[in-house]
């Protein structure tokens, strides 16, 4: 297989929050990610030396403080700093419950962490590997993991579903940019036996259950494949929608180097 990793993800927000497409930083070009125009920094974003990072919010109904930090800085920071993702984590750690709940996942090349200020024991490493640049080297094995707004893999049916479609397209060698995408658009919910229970009303997590969420005031504002190739270049690709699910807008981005360029998809 030609890649060392390969990141699908949706971003679920309220419809009218300003932010920006994924698009090069004006300040800082090496930066590829959207950007809260709100509250500021990011929720995912890689740099053109390989650092990944990913934010999601962890659901917990009532416990929101509003002079809380802006957790999107957390990826910005990252992105910005040339250090480790361990490095960064312990250094994060002592400040990390004056946010509130969050899972960050962040990575280089083949060294991987997940962390939560809702996890015990704060960080935990899940994926690391010498990643070669040769493409002659022996195929990886091919792992798969899930996120949403628990804690990391926790079997919720959103993250079963598209973890396994994911999967799937993976061991079929199917990775194009547009067929993981698709692997995300699945609208059906989960049938009310299997919904979480985080304190949300029925009717709410019977909305949320869905990997892609419909609504007009709150759903998926974007579909992001990022994946880094066996020879270090990075591929990335956005899909906004409406609220009602059409596409908006698509863009493509490839590293040339330490520079973003755009590609046809």
């Given amino acids: 297989m030609d890649w060392n990793w390969v990141v699908v993800a949706n971003r679920d927000e309220v419809h009218d929050r300003p932010s920006t497409d994924m698009q090069p930083w ?21 740099h053109t030396d390989g650092r990944f990072a990913l934010l999601t919010n962890y659901r917990e109904p009532g416990k929101q403080r509003a002079d809380a930090p802006s957790r999107g800085f957390l990826v910005e920071q990252f992105l910005r700093q040339s250090v480790t993702p361990e490095t960064y984590l312990d250094a994060l750690n002592p ?7 969050f899972n960050l ?22 994926g690391w590997q010498e990643t070669s640049r ?30 396994e479609a994911v999967y799937q397209r993976l061991l079929d060698g199917r990775i194009s940019l547009d067929v ?20 949300l009303a029925l009717d709410r997590e019977r909305l949320l259950s869905s990997p892609f969420i419909l609504s007009p005031e709150y759903g998926t504002r974007c579909t992001t494949v990022v994946m880094q190739k066996r020879d270090g270049s990075i591929l990335a690709q956005e899909t906004t929608y409406f609220p009602d699910g059409r596409t908006k807008n698509r863009s493509g981005w490839c590293t040339q180097g330490d520079t973003w360029s755009r590609i046809e998809v």
Wanted: proline fraction near 9%.
């Fill in 134 to 163: 040769s493409p002659s080297a022996s195929d990886p094995v091919v792992s798969a993991y899930g996120l949403s707004n628990a804690l990391f893999d926790t079997p919720w049916p959103k993250v079963i579903r598209t973890r």
């Fill in 26 to 46: 004006d300040d800082d070009p090496q930066i590829l990610a959207g950007r809260d125009l709100k509250a500021g920094g990011s929720w995912l974003g890689v």
């Fill in 180 to 199: 993981l995408a698709d692997a995300m658009r699945d609208c059906e919910p989960a049938p009310d036996v299997e919904l979480p229970r985080t304190g």
């Fill in 105 to 126: 996942l962040i990575g280089r090349d083949g060294d991987w962490w997940h962390a939560s200020n809702r996890l015990p024991g704060w960080k935990q490493l899940i």
């Fill in 95 to 101: 400040i990390s419950q004056q946010y509130n709940g």
